[in-house]
């Protein structure tokens, strides 16, 4: 299984990004899809996930801001990013779970200047 994300830049506090992340190649059952973020120097940390049946879990600091969705039809999730702040600024990475195993794609550059 592959993961390949696009939609990271440069945005200004406040404003708004969307990720998103396709899965292809050897896709059994997808079950869980969601995204991770790693700013510098620090671990990498869960920011939203979802499951097969659309049940969500997010970090504290990202809810009411950031809502994650996904396109099974697609094997594709999203990560719509409003109200973005500076410590939004991290390495953002999308996983998939199939079959046990998890799947990691090659990470994208948010950075949110003040």
């Known amino acids: 299984v592959q993961l390949q994300a696009s939609g990271g830049g440069l945005v200004q506090a406040g404003g708004s990004l969307r990720l998103s992340c396709a899965a292809s190649?050897?896709?059994?059952?997808?079950?869980?899809m969601g995204w991770y973020r790693q700013a510098p120097g620090n671990e990498r940390d869960l920011v939203a996930v979802?499951?097969?049946?659309?049940?969500?879990n997010y970090a504290d600091s990202v809810k009411g801001r950031f809502t994650i969705s996904r396109d099974n039809a697609k094997n594709t999730v999203y990560l719509q990013m409003n109200s973005q702040k500076p410590e939004d600024t991290a390495v953002y990475y999308c996983?998939?779970?199939?079959?046990?195993?998890?799947?990691w794609g090659q990470g994208t550059l948010v950075t949110v200047s003040s």
């Open positions: 190649g050897s896709i059994f059952s997808i079950d869980a």
């Open positions: 996983s998939a779970l199939d079959e046990g195993i998890d799947y």
């Open positions: 979802v499951n097969g049946g659309g049940s969500t």
